[in-house]
């Protein structure tokens, strides 16, 4: 029981500017303005670091959700990974990596994730979660890419 999908975006932007951009808590924030996301506690505001942690509370499909997320890897301006240390998922592991291309950069976003409950989640992942999840990132780096510098 697993999902894994990975989502593809090319940016006219540095790809130093967008790599900042995706450790932006606010920049975050804006994207997921629909699902009423804040940051609760942990680093609320600014960027994200390295060995850093914020608590997300959100609601999908009118159910009030809250997760913890670490970077737990970061190479300056090439990769990060974020994943969850507590939450609504079994396992959540989401991989960022950043290339340079030929007008900007190419932004690889690298996400594996378990739903809980066994076969409940399995469910889950196969009629909902495994369409819902690209979807939001996906409008996550389309504001990335089209909102001004934050």
Known sequence: ?????ECFTKAQLPRRELFEKSLSIDAHTGSMARSAE???AGVT????????QVTWRAKHFGIPFRLTSEISELVAF???TD???RGPFKKFHHVHEFFDHEHGTLMVDKIHFEAPLGPLGWLAERLV????MPRLIRMRNTYLVNTSAL
Do not use: C, T
């Open 83 to 85: 994943q969850q240390v």
């Open 38 to 40: 804040q940051a609760i």
């Open 45 to 52: 505001s600014g960027q994200i670091s390295l060995g850093e």
């Open 129 to 132: 979660l495994s369409w819902y």
């Open 1 to 5: 029981m697993a999902v894994y999908f």
């Open 78 to 80: 090439h990769s990060f």
